[in-house]
Nanobody, 129 residues
Framework: QVQLVESGGGLVQAGDSLRLSCTAS????????MAWFRQAPGKERAFVAG????????DYTDSVKGRFTISRDNAKNTVYLQMFMLKPEDTAVYYC??????????????????????WGQGTQVTVSS
């Protein structure tokens, strides 16, 4: 498994921006598809955005399309989630997740938590109205 450490969360006002970072160690980062999930109080962990191993495919949950952008820098072993126009409903603990990609057919984005085998500790994002 790869070790993941998130950073960049905080308390912001509605309409503000934040950039989350997730730095990986322990394995070859470029062998992993990456994703961000979030969990609000009393709710299940939900897919937010994902990027495939090669970085040429991304996917987003509908509620963040046009506001969030996921990207990766394989040289820095880091995946980012740039969040614009934040809303109170974006308040959650955000988790970074990694999925090892073995074959070409696996080089896709899978928006299901069970598909990922490495997780970070989470970073809190709170958006006030």
């Amino acid at each position: 498994q790869v070790q993941l450490v998130e950073s960049g969360g905080g308390l912001v006002q509605a309409g503000d921006s934040l950039r989350l970072s997730c730095t990986a160690s322990g394995r070859t980062f470029s062998n992993y598809a990456m994703a961000w999930f979030r969990q609000a109080p009393g709710k299940e962990r939900a897919f937010v955005a994902g990027i495939n191993r090669s970085g040429d495919r991304t996917d987003y949950t509908d509620s963040v399309k046009g506001r969030f952008t996921i990207s990766r820098d394989n040289a820095k072993n880091t995946v980012y989630l740039q969040m614009f126009m934040l809303k109170p409903e974006d308040t959650a603990v955000y988790y970074c997740a990694a999925r090892a990609v073995v074959s070409f057919l696996e080089n896709v984005v899978i928006p299901v938590a069970a598909a990922y085998d490495s997780w970070g500790q989470g970073t809190q994002v709170t958006v006030s109205s």
